[in-house]
Structure formats: C-alpha cells, structure tokens
T-cell receptor, first 116, second 116 residues
C-alpha cells in the first residue's frame, strides 16, 4: 500500500488563488521530502528539497516566494502555490525519503492543479 | 549538477519482443540508478534499481545493466506484454555526497508502446 499520502489529488481554481498541497509519510519519519513538477509529456523536474525543521532548498529557477514549502514535522511537508496563474497548472508530485528503506524515495499520488 | 540523457523518446515493439532503453549520466559521483514506470496521471513506480557496485541486476523479465566507466545504464524488458505500455524514466542519484541530499535527476522519459 501507499507509504506516502498526497492531498488533494485534484484542484481546480481561479487565477490568483493560493493552493496548499500536503505530503505525508504514513509509516516512517521523513527528514527529507522532495517536490516535483511535471508538465504534460515531460519529465519530473525537482522544484525543491524540503528539510524538516529548516528552510527548503530550491532548485535554480524556482521562485521560493511563489512556492512556499513548510516541513514542520517528520511526517508532513506542505507546498503552497501562492497567487496561482494558468502557467502554474501542472502535475505536482511529492516524495519522501525513508532512511531505513532500500528504496530511497517513495512517491505520493500527485496533485493535478488546474488554474482557470 | 547531474545531467541524465535518455533514449529513445518513443519506442514501439510487438508483443513478445524485447525493449531496450538507454541512459547516460554526467557526474561520476552518482551511485544509485533507479528506473520508474509511470502510467498516465499516476505516480512513478520503481521497477528496478542498481547501485554502482553492481554491473547487472535482473528481476524476472526486467534487467538493468550499468557501465560506470562509460557512465551509462540500460533497461531491458524481455517478452513484452501490452500492460508494459507506459512511460519509463531513468534517474541518477549521488546519495548524500556533495550535499546532494539523495535527490534524483530524471531522464526525459521513454514512451513504450507494446502492440498486441
């Protein structure tokens, strides 16, 4: 079964709205979580690395004030897309690193974000 | 940073044939190479992985080979079935070396179509 839970699975909202996406590790503590964005027919692009108790590390070209990341506990990281616009429409996927697993990252089911 | 190239971008085979997807990476510090299968709108699913201390790994119809000297690795699927049709991504990770924090760099993906 899923070891990483991501919610919501689908969001449709108006331009200018802020949208929060949650990523939870269900049966392990994740000091590190990752946020990816995937446009149609493209690969997963890492946006940022979320570190529990400290600031996230953003990849080059990703606006930290636009994509707010909070990792306040060992099982929860949130991504908030602030003042979303149509170009932010994408598939957002989180993953969590389980330090005790042979599989370094477990992926959530993703969030389909559509901005009208 | 790491750069992963993946070929081909599309691959069409007849049921029962073999399929091979190839990836190259740029950073010799990379030491973990997973392969993911992603169906439309779903999360990436790990199908096989290989670490840099191994040259080949096999799991039933799926195998992966790694050439560290040439910095390339390949996915081999034998006796393909229509349900193998999906997008396949290779990835590379440096683990925690150089502060990379176990992040994955993905290839651009290969759309595999298995025709009945």
């Amino acid at each position: 079964g899923a070891v990483v839970s991501q919610h919501p699975s689908r969001v449709i909202c108006k331009s200018g709205t802020s949208v929060k996406i949650e990523c939870r590790s269900l049966d392990f503590q994740a000091t590190t979580m990752f946020w990816y964005r995937q446009f149609p027919k493209q690969s997963l692009m890492l946006m940022a690395t979320s570190n529990e108790g400290s600031k996230a590390t953003y990849e080059q070209g990703v606006e930290k004030d636009k994509f707010l990341i909070n990792h306040a506990s060992l099982t929860l990281s949130t991504l908030t897309v602030t003042s979303a616009h149509p170009e932010d429409s994408s598939f957002y996927i989180c993953s969590a690193r389980d330090p005790h697993s042979n599989q370094p990252q477990h992926f959530g089911d993703g969030t389909r974000l559509s901005i009208l | 940073g790491e750069n992963v190239e993946q070929h081909p971008s599309t691959l069409s085979v007849q049921e029962g044939d073999s399929a091979v997807i190839k990836c190259t990476y740029s950073d010799s510090a990379s030491n973990y190479f997973p392969w993911y299968k992603q169906e439309l709108g779903k999360r990436p699913q790990l199908i096989i992985d290989i670490r840099s201390n191994v040259g080949e790994k096999k799991d039933q119809r799926i195998a992966v080979t790694l050439n560290k000297t040439a910095k390339h690795f390949s996915l081999h699927i034998t006796e393909t079935q229509p349900e193998d049709s999906a997008v396949y991504f290779c990835a590379a990770s440096m683990g925690n070396s150089g502060g990379s924090n176990y992040k994955l760099t993905f290839g651009k993906g290969t759309l595999l179509t298995v025709n009945p």
